[in-house]
């Protein structure tokens, strides 16, 4: 059985041509905000400014 599962594993992709920064940057049209049909994205961002 683990030979089988092993052959069906494959790692994660994302769709060709597809711009994840620009489509999670995108806001929301107004007939999707109507209907509910959208996602809130917070984005972190580290500082990494050293302070000595």
Same mark, same amino acid.
């Given at each position: %059985? #683990?030979?089988?599962?092993? #052959?069906?594993?494959?790692?994660?992709? %994302?769709?060709? +041509? %597809?711009?994840?920064?620009?489509?999670? &940057?995108? *806001?929301?049209?107004? &007939? $999707?905000?109507? #209907? +509910?049909?959208?996602? $809130?994205? &917070?984005?972190? *961002?580290?500082?990494?400014?050293?302070? *000595?």
């Amino acid at each position: %059985m #683990k030979d089988n599962q092993d #052959k069906h594993q494959t790692e994660a992709t %994302m769709a060709p +041509g %597809m711009d994840d920064q620009e489509e999670l &940057t995108q *806001s929301a049209t107004q &007939t $999707e905000l109507n #209907k +509910g049909e959208y996602t $809130e994205v &917070t984005t972190l *961002s580290l500082d990494e400014n050293d302070p *000595s």
